[in-house]
T-cell receptor, first 112, second 117 residues
Framework: AQSVTQPDIHITVSEGASLELRCNYS??????LFWYVQSPGQGLQLLLK??????LVQGIKGFEAEFKRSQSSFNLRKPSVHWRDAAEYFC??????????FGAGTTVTVRA | SAVISQKPSRDICQRGTSLTIQCQVD?????MFWYRQQPGQSLTLIAT?????????ESGFVIDKFPISRPNLTFSTLTVSNMSPEDSSIYLC??????????????FGPGTRLTVL
């Protein structure tokens, strides 16, 4: 069965600094890969997804993610974070586009 | 994309009672899903609800505890039955739509925060 690991439970970053969130997956073939963000009191919003093709994926809100098959990783990055980026971020994988398995999430705190 | 609403947004319930959560979508969708997010944890899929058929439950979830209805292509309900404090969670519905790339995408509702006393 597929699984996903987010090694970092909590990350604190200064406003304007760069951010990288790690995600590793376990699956025999190339899965569908997603990053979602959950702001306090809000539902989940899809940031970006990877199905095939270019391994560098651009998403909304200035986020991007890179799929690295050799490392079974799909790390999320943003060059310059804003205070509004403080939220919880979930990486998800699926053998199809539904029935997603979510990582435990990474909480991002942005300090002024 | 899809706009999804859930009712209620939150509730506080007594143990032993049941709560029905509604999920409404602004467009017709084939697949709807129900997830549970326990405090401080990630999302766990409870079941998949397709219109016109019985819901498919994931391991650890049973119909008697979480009965689901899917009467049409825009609406679904999840009931949390005979609640205990361990059922205190956020319950989210999601839907699968067809994105511009023809791959399906999953969109989530705002969630229902349930507290069981």
């Amino acid at each position: 069965a597929q699984s996903v690991t987010q090694p970092d439970i909590h990350i604190t970053v200064s406003e304007g600094a760069s951010l990288e969130l790690r995600c590793n997956y376990s699956y025999g073939a190339t899965p569908y890969l997603f990053w979602y963000v959950q702001s306090p009191g809000q539902g989940l919003q899809l940031l970006l997804k990877y199905f095939s093709g270019d391994t560098l994926v651009q998403g909304i809100k200035g986020f991007e993610a890179e799929f690295k098959r050799s490392q079974s990783s799909f790390n999320l990055r943003k060059p310059s974070v804003h205070w509004r980026d403080a939220a919880e971020y979930f990486c998800a994988v699926g053998v199809s586009s539904y029935k997603l398995s979510f990582g435990a999430g990474t909480t991002v705190t942005v300090r002024a | 994309s899809a706009v999804i609403s859930q009712k209620p947004s939150r509730d506080i319930c007594q143990r032993g009672t049941s709560l029905t959560i509604q999920c409404q979508v602004d467009s017709q969708v084939t697949m709807m899903f129900w997830y549970r997010q326990q405090p401080g944890q990630s999302l766990t899929l409870i079941a998949t609800a397709n219109q016109g058929s019985e819901a498919t439950y994931e391991s650890g979830f049973v119909i008697d505890k979480f009965p689901i209805s899917r009467p049409n292509l825009t609406f679904s309900t999840l009931t949390v039955s005979n609640m205990s404090p361990e059922d205190s969670s956020i319950y989210l519905c999601s839907v699968e739509t067809s994105g511009l790339s023809s791959y399906n995408e999953q969109f989530f509702g705002p969630g229902t925060r349930l507290t069981v006393l």
